[in-house]
């Protein structure tokens, strides 16, 4: 049972705010926000409790979505109606931030309204919802399908969106009314890389986690086609899987909005080589100073790019300059000295290629033991255009056919979950 709804921004402003039960005061909201600025680390729990009022609250958007209740209500039944919440404002708003929250707050209110009475969830269904919600949507800019110069991967917080044209499908359900009866259907497939490589070179452990999404703007059945090796695999409950284990093809008729139809994970045995190797080298010069060349190597097709790359690499302690000599001039390195680490960044990494970047540490009273604290090397990432389990969408087709254009886009992208290089 839930007491109040409200949304709040990454600085603690109130911009929706539901009281289903009268059960708390509008405090609470206050109260919420120094609970969680007040604690110390990047994660803050989940559940957090005041009194006899326990808040469950999720970070969407760099928003606040939290959730009261007073009752011994399960919080994973929570969590999971505030996730399924920020996916129905996405698919009716476009778009999840706060600027897109304040323009339609009143369709927010309206939804709130449907979706729970009284503090009991009654449905989170866009086909439901769609016969019932009438307020339409604000955009901050119109929409074009053809306009994709500053859309990134639905679904998929991109960094450098720009990369690749994979958001067409970030407009509200609800301007599909005014699309003229045209078919629209976008399918991205997004992979996790979690790899550990030896000092060696070998390869520890390699596990991929992906799922393939799908948002569509149309009343019709699709169908699309997959094939590759996987270890475990779970699906939308629209999915039909007559043909899945014989062909590989899956079946669904998708209600508007975006949906998770296939989540999938392979484990160690992966079709292709991890995407980087790093070759370090260290040692200590003349005037006490600590020398690391780091060289990577990028291991993806020639065609293919890597963006957003980042290394962390972490220093010995009392370390307090970096001077540094890179390979090209859109790297950059810089000294973390609160972390106590090395930042080499690299905004694009075409495969096939190395890099390397000199760097040059001041450390007072450097010896053996401190050079034993440089290291592992944790690697961020993201490979457009790629997946590491080599799964591809060999088909999209709408049935039945409709009449006029169709629109059918297909996009992959894999990013580095935890990539870990030890030296």
């Known amino acids: 049972m839930i007491s109040q709804v409200f949304i ?24 919420f926000y120094e609970k969680v600025t007040a604690l110390t680390g990047d994660q803050p729990p989940v559940v957090m409790s005041h009194k006899d009022l326990h808040f469950v609250h999720v970070r969407q958007g760099g928003l606040y979505w939290v959730a009261t209740t007073t009752a011994d209500s399960s919080p994973f039944t929570i969590i999971e109606f505030l996730n399924r919440l920020t996916s129905l404002v996405k698919d009716y708003c476009g778009s999840l931030s706060e600027k897109s929250v304040q323009m339609n707050f009143a369709l927010i209110y309206e939804l709130l309204d449907e979706v729970v009475d009284y503090g009991y969830i009654q449905t989170t269904s866009s086909d439901v919802l769609k016969n019932f919600i009438q307020t339409e949507a604000v955009s901050s800019k119109p929409f074009s399908l053809f306009d994709l110069s500053n859309v990134g991967l639905f679904g998929a917080e991109t960094q450098q969106s720009k990369v690749a044209p994979s958001s067409a499908a970030t407009r509200p359900i609800q301007s ?16 996790r890389m979690s790899v550990v490589v030896g000092s060696n070179g070998v390869v520890m452990k390699a596990d991929v986690e992906g799922e393939i999404r799908v ?13 590759v090796r996987v270890d475990e695999c779970s699906f939308h409950q629209a999915v039909r899987l007559d043909e899945f284990d014989s062909h590989r093809i899956l079946r669904l008729c998708p209600s508007q909005g975006e949906q998770t139809v296939m989540q999938y994970q392979l484990s160690d ?12 080298a260290f040692e200590r010069d003349s005037t006490g100073r600590l020398l690391m060349l780091m060289r990577l190597r990028c291991d993806l097709p020639a065609k293919s790019s890597a963006i957003n790359v980042s290394a962390t690499i972490p220093v010995p302690k009392g370390s307090v300059s970096l001077s540094q000599e ?4 859109d790297q950059s390195a810089e000294l973390k000295l609160q972390s106590r680490c090395v930042v080499w960044q690299i905004p694009r990494f075409t495969g096939g290629t190395q890099l390397s ?21 944790g690697l961020s990432f993201e490979l457009p255009k790629f997946t590491a389990t080599g799964l591809q969408i060999r088909f999209l087709r ?3 056919v409709q009449p006029g254009l169709s629109q059918r886009w297909v996009r992959y992208v894999t990013h580095s979950d935890s990539y870990t290089i030890r030296i």
Do not use: W
């Open 8 to 31: 709040l921004s990454s600085k603690g402003d109130h911009l929706i705010y539901k009281d289903f039960r009268g059960e708390a005061g509008n405090d609470v909201v206050n109260t």
């Open 176 to 191: 599909s009314r005014d699309q003229g009866g045209k078919s629209e259907i976008f399918v991205d497939v997004i992979e």
């Open 215 to 227: 948002k569509c703007y149309m009343p019709s059945c699709s169908g699309y086609g997959a094939a």
């Open 269 to 280: 045995d992966l079709p292709s080589a991890p995407p980087f190797r790093l070759f370090p």
């Open 326 to 329: 890179l390979s090209s001039p």
């Open 357 to 377: 970047a000199l760097l040059k540490l001041e450390v007072p009273g450097l010896s053996s033991a401190s050079m034993l604290e440089v290291g592992p090397v």
């Open 398 to 400: 709408l049935s039945p």
